[in-house]
Nanobody
Framework: EVQLVESGGGLVQAGGSLRLSCVISGRIPDDYYIGWFRQAPGRMREGVACMSRSDDYRRYRDSVKGRFTISSDNAKTTVYLEMNSLKPEDTAVYSC?????????????????WGQGTQVTVSS
């Protein structure tokens, strides 16, 4: 059984940083992608960043480019989202997901497995 568990969320002031972790257990195909998504109250879930398991592809939402970085450990069991220069509009529940992506990788319908999410709150 595939499970994804996020951690690292919290409350931070604007301009601060957080690093989210997504621990993956169970077998995931090597051609799957891992994505980070977020959903703020009253808003649609949106893709933030994604990467291929082979790490030959990464993609970011325009609004986080230059501030967020997605990466994984060598064992590919943990995927990170390093978030710098955080803004109040980054406040949301952040979730990681795994799936077989054939598009740009930021569409939630391309992902099959999801974590429960971790809350990120950025105060102004």
């Amino acid at each position: 059984e595939v499970q994804l568990v996020e951690s690292g969320g919290g409350l931070v002031q604007a301009g601060g940083s957080l690093r989210l972790s997504c621990v993956i257990s169970g077998r995931i195909p090597d051609d799957y992608y891992i994505g980070w998504f977020r959903q703020a109250p009253g808003r649609m879930r949106e893709g933030v960043a994604c990467m291929s398991r082979s790490d030959d592809y990464r993609r970011y939402r325009d609004s986080v480019k230059g501030r967020f970085t997605i990466s994984s450990d060598n064992a590919k069991t943990t995927v990170y989202l390093e978030m710098n220069s955080l803004k109040p509009e980054d406040t949301a529940v952040y979730s990681c997901a795994a799936g077989w992506v054939r598009g740009y990788g930021l569409a939630d319908y391309e992902y099959s497995y999801w974590g429960q999410g971790t809350q990120v709150t950025v105060s102004s």
